[in-house]
């Protein structure tokens, strides 16, 4: 990470209320993917950052057209926890790489000089839980970090993990 995209997202939150996007679910929903538009994974919607990354791009540039500073990828569910339930395990190195290059595109089109804006790279709680005894701390650890990589590797500026 270079010392310059660094001081740009601290002078961010130093100099005002860093506003991110939501409901990317939401938002899915109401553009009507079809059910080929899902490759028969229908529920899976990070699939849609390779089937219709047209529908992706246009989500993250909504929000920036109404002033956010940061998008999330579309990855909540791109673990290998959650992609193995949709035979996609996989994929997850190509699923969070594509979705963080495109997130990424969109906020640099939207970066401006004095106005950068950023990219989250969204990381969801999965659909097991180490305190129940569902998965170990270690497999979750593992399947964070595959997702990360992948993230990072398309250019995001930050890692939340969410919803946990």
Do not use: W
């Not at 939150?13 to 899915?28: H, K, L, P, S, W």
């Not at 699939?47 to 993250?60: A, F, M």
């Not at 992609?83 to 997130?103: G, P, R, S, T």
């Amino acid at each position: 990470m270079s010392r310059f995209f660094l001081e740009h997202r601290l002078k961010a939150v130093q100099e005002r209320v860093v506003i991110f996007d939501g409901a990317m679910g939401t938002n899915i929903q109401l553009r009507n993917p079809s059910f080929d538009d899902f490759r028969g994974k229908e529920g899976y919607n990070d699939i849609l950052v390779q089937s219709r990354p047209d529908i992706i791009k246009d989500i993250h540039g909504a929000f920036f057209d109404v002033a956010c500073d940061v998008v999330e990828t579309n990855t909540f569910n791109s673990t290998r926890i959650v992609m193995a339930e949709y035979d996609m395990a996989d994929q997850v190195h190509a699923i969070n790489l594509a979705a963080a290059k495109l997130a990424r595109s969109v906020a640099d089109d939207y970066s401006s000089q004095g106005r950068k804006r950023f990219v989250a790279g969204s990381m969801g709680p999965t659909t097991k839980l180490p305190s129940l005894g569902h998965i170990s701390l270690d497999n979750m650890a593992a399947a964070y970090t595959e997702q990360a990589l992948g993230l990072i590797e398309g250019g995001v500026d930050l890692l939340p993990l969410e919803t946990c």
